[in-house]
């Protein structure tokens, strides 16, 4: 191995700049003199170098490609998540539709049949979370021209989610299927056996008293019922779910956690409660 002495050394490296400065004037007077070689030059430095930029363009094209593809792919999954809710919302119309198709059929067998009046009702917005001396309750805007009764059904595009309790003016507030104030006699829909919804304070209601024999299963429709003409038959309202530590619980059909719009029935039912409970109070200040 040739070694350079260290004055040798430094007296290249002061002559390199003044070299490569050279050899720069010395191509760019070439190109001057002889166009067509210097392209000629070009081409064959192009050639040589283009299979190295070939190997470095692929790992940064595709690097490219998936910095592009990224909000594809959040959208492409927003958009699977929202067909997914979408599907189990289908399944639960699908098997409420199976039901009244059964219940259809059963009702044309019977001769004289008077079919039900269809309920009035009106919709309203969710405005605030209710509180006062319910736990869990929401709050409505009403109109002033909108009649709202005490006991009327509140239900969302999923299932039932509770019932007026108090009216106001220009607002009504519904407590909702969670409180622990709240009880829904309810039919489990495979045995059509009665039981009673007992709101917790929590997502899920617990399930009781139900028939002897009937205990109910695992991912089992409910739907209201019309015992104690308090509710009326058949509304959706969840599904059975046991718990870990073996308690019966609903999951409800409605997400009383994003509420946002909920439509009032009027079934004309006062059930429990008292006729002071079921009129509307006069409005004050008008005659």
Request: charged share 25%; aromatic share 6%.
């Amino acid at each position: 191995m040739i070694r350079l002495s260290i004055p040798l050394r430094q007296a290249l490296a002061r002559l390199s700049l003044p070299v490569m400065i050279a050899l720069a004037f010395g191509t760019m007077l070439l190109g001057k003199a002889d166009a067509l070689l210097a392209e000629r030059a070009r081409v064959a430095l192009a050639d040589l170098l283009a299979p190295f930029y070939a190997a470095f363009a692929e790992p940064t094209r595709a690097v490219r490609d998936l910095v592009l593809e990224v909000p594809e792919l959040l959208t492409l999954r927003e958009e699977n998540h929202r067909l997914r809710e979408e599907n189990e919302r289908l399944r639960r119309w699908q098997a409420a539709a199976l039901a009244l198709e059964t219940e259809n059929a059963m009702l044309r067998r019977q001769l004289s049949f008077l079919p039900e009046q269809a309920p009035a009702f009106h919709t309203a917005r969710v405005v605030a979370d209710g509180g006062g001396v319910y736990a869990r309750a929401v709050l409505i805007a009403v109109p002033p021209d909108v009649q709202i009764r005490r006991g009327q059904i509140a239900l969302d595009e999923r299932g039932f989610v509770g019932r007026v309790t108090e009216v106001g003016n220009r607002s009504a507030r519904i407590l909702l299927a969670t409180d622990m104030n709240s009880r829904i006699p309810v039919t489990l829909e495979s045995s059509r056996a009665r039981a009673m919804m007992v709101g917790t304070n929590g997502a899920r209601p617990r399930l009781q008293f139900w028939g002897e024999g009937a205990r109910p299963v695992e991912g089992e429709r409910l739907v209201t019922s019309a015992e104690g003409v308090a509710f009326p038959p058949n509304l959706p309202v969840g599904v059975v779910r046991w718990s870990e530590g073996g308690t019966a619980e609903v999951e409800l059909f409605a997400r009383l956690d994003r509420l946002d719009i909920v439509r009032l029935f009027d079934f004309g039912l006062g059930g429990i409660l008292p006729p002071e409970a079921v009129a509307r109070p006069e409005l004050r200040g008008r005659r």
